[in-house]
């Protein structure tokens, strides 16, 4: 008996093994970096032990089955049970009860991930003092605002580590969803409205993570909807504010250093300023904003959401997004030669807020 | 008129089945239609996981992938599962209560053709410029701006196929409330027409808001609408309502049936009455009753609030009660039984622990906080294969040999018929288990490709082996099909030797009008009753008399037909002008058809008890 115990123990053990440190810690959700997927991971392993419970009694009945009731001679007829009243009441009332069990705790964490109230309280300025991203998902690529610090970026999600931050979340042309997952489950970004959500990056995990969380689309989107990821950096709150203002000091476009670069600048300036921004500042009218900003993109940590950063993959994905990005929105948008390209290049290597 | 039996030649075989009203007849189209739909969809999902193979993969372009895998949901769900089911409710279902067909034979061939011509529609776009693309859900914001008359072909497809469906349940409806044979109450049908009363019940009531959601889109797309046009004051979650509002009952239309499928083999193949019938009507009832209940799970990240998404979970959680109650009444109907391992048995008895661990990650998937993090990615498309595979699939396998000599008169080949199932076995859970923690490792569903060093690599090649064990599976039984037919070794009116309930007690195939004399049912599994006292045959509720019998009938084909063409007439009329007459002339077809049916007075026939009393002797001698 104490043998069948310890057997009976083991798929638990199995699955707590299985379930804790799967896949990549930038990008597994059972690898949980902040309260909210914590909350999430805990619900998880507590269906899943209620669950394995189910699973046991199951198995254990059918092996009892399989094994005790064969056929073992043609003529033989069964008694014909019609039925049990203390067995069927015993398995309608157990379910019941388990599911109470799981039905607290779930009610009550659905209503903590929404509470919002926060972003909601606004001070003198008209402004919260929480922190606050308006995330608008375009075909395929995100932009992040900042409303109380006026300031936007694309693709590249900065945040402060070890507070609450607030999302406003929606979408300009289809259905997406913002997702990060070893921060916190997802939340569609509609075309209808704004949904609300919050998020809380904690830095020991970010630091493991390499400062660096994989957010993705998680709605079909159209051909690129695979490729519509982004980044997340996960910053101390000193860093952070560093970032903020070093953000917000520029206000003028940045002009190039090279010889090079101040080519590129100038073809920018002809065939791409209509789209990109390379200030950050939030005045002009989201429609206005119809390509990534790209204030800080020397910083970016990839390419289009997923080519590693370097000049070679720029270079590849001005000559032919529709290659890299299928359905993209960027391409045919312009007619540049390769060396304008090379140019354009060094140029938008050298847009950085920050060595 | 009464030409069975009578060896025919190919053009007349044709003309029989296009024109048929008969339940078996219309079962075997089912079959057909469905098993090619089956296959159809099934080279699909190989070409997904070929593409998902390995991170980066040029296998398919991104576009297409898209294309295929939404045909591959909406042929699976819509014109693979459900007709197959829907041939398998024709062949059984009329038998099992003693009826002599179902209540309104013409529907009942009008429900086939629509689909077909339905099915075939949706996968014309092959041809003509591309299939749809925005996945099964066809969420609208997407669905609109995809280019292309792809997602047309999928809302016109699916209206048209979707009539038929309704006219078949309604028809199944009103077969089981008036057609029972003397002695068969309710509570003494076998759960397989209880799931099939239960499953047209839901059909009756969610097809509407598919329809209803359908014809916004039709007329968004193709008529200048705006009902989900946001800028327009439109709004595109009332069709993730709507398509919930049909899209959640629409698996129990599938699931309900695999249960009576498998209630039927356990109690069979255990030679044990179904332990706690009662609790199991009422657990079906009650499963078909909550479904409507719980559409808003699909929609936790929609953002519908916390109070909402609160009442749909808990109220998602309490289906599983019923379904509780199930698998624990299976597992007690084999305990203390004499379990024979047929392959329907094996695929019964693996259908079980399967189907399970699709229902727990089903209550995982109703804590809504938890569900912010499964919903939309490969735990969800794990959980969804765990319960329409292990369950619906593995009953539409089990019960193609359960009831094939019922159909056919002849046995598949019980070898290979077991090599198929351990080959599908091992194969589902090879290819679904994984995905669990794939998705959880933070794979999206419905990606065409992933990037390398995300720690998604093991996971997707083990996945893919699976599928292909699967494939394989599936072609050894269209193997065991083809040779089955060349031998047709016939058998006798009960060939499993432990059949319990009224189609046992007839020949296999049974003749066109099924009972000679309306049999007269003594209580829950009749023919078992019988045999119990030593009788070989039912015992009839009626003397010999002449048997009323429908026309056959060439009008359901051509209504169908007339929608076929008027769709194509209304997806083209604003690219050519010659869509509108189309339009015209097809819906002309269609109504004048009707038109038809309606002043033309169709008696039927009669089969004289004498030519019953002579086909006896003939049978005899």
Redo the contacts between chains.
Sequence with gaps: MKRLGKWRLLPLIAVIA??AG???PF????QPAGEV?Q??YD??VL??L??VG??AI??V??I???VR????SKD?????????HT??IL??VI??LL?LV??VP??S??????DVSSMEKKNEDGKSDALVVNVRANLYWWEFEYPNEEIVTSQDLVVPTGEKVYFN?K?S???H?F?I??V?????T????V??FWLEFDPAKADEAGGIF?G????????????M?FKVKALPRAEFDQWIADMQSVTEPVQAETADAQAGQEIFNNSCIGCHAVTPANTTPEQARMGPNLTDFGNRTLVAG?LEHNEENIKNWLKDPESVK??NKMTGKYNLSDEEIDAVTQYLMGLKVQE | MSTYAQKKGVGAVLWDYLTTVDHKKIAILYLIAGGFFFVLGGLEAMVIRIQLAIPDNNFVSAGFYNEVLTMHGTTMIFLAAMPILLGFMNAVMPLQIGARDVAFPFLNALGFWLFLFGGLFLNLSWFLGGAPDAGWTSYASLSLASEGHGIDFYALGLQISGFGTLIGGINFLVTIINMRAPGMTYMRMPLFTWTTFVASALILFAFPPLTVGIFFLTFDRLFGANFFDPTMGGNTVIWEHLFWIFGHPEVYILILPAFGIFSEIISTFSRKRLFGYSSMVFATVLIGFLGFMVWAHHMFTTGLGPIANSIFAVATMAIAVPTGIKIFNWLFTMWGGSIRFTTPMLYAVSFVPSFLLGGVTGVMLAVAAADYQYHDTYFVVAHFHYVIVGGVVLAILAATHFYWPKMFGTMLNEFLGKITFWLFLIGFHLTFFIQHFLGLMGMPRRIFTFLPNQGLEVGNVVSTVGAFFMAIAVIILLINIVITSVKNVKVGNDPWGDGRSLEWAIASPPPFYNFKQLPLVRGLDPYWIEKMEGKKEMTPAEPLGDIHMPNNSFIPFMISLGLFIAAFGAMYRLDYSWGLPVLILGLLVTLLSMFTRSIKDDHGFHIHKEDLIDEDKGRKA
């Design positions: 299985l379930l799967c896949g990549e990008l597994s959700a059972l997927a909350m999430q619900l998880m269906s899943t209620i669950m189910v699973i199951v198995t009945i059918f009892v089955v399989m009731f064969r056929r073992k033989e007829i069964p008694k014909q049970v019609e039925g049990s067995l069927e398995w309608t379910p019941i599911l799981l039905a779930t009610v964490a659905t209503f903590k991930l929404a979340l979408a042309d289809v259905k969803s997702w997952p070893p916190g489950g997802k939340m569609d509609n075309t209808d409205n949904n609300k994989y993705k689309c998680a709605e079909l989107c159209g051909p690129s909807h695979a490729l990821d997923i299928p359905g």
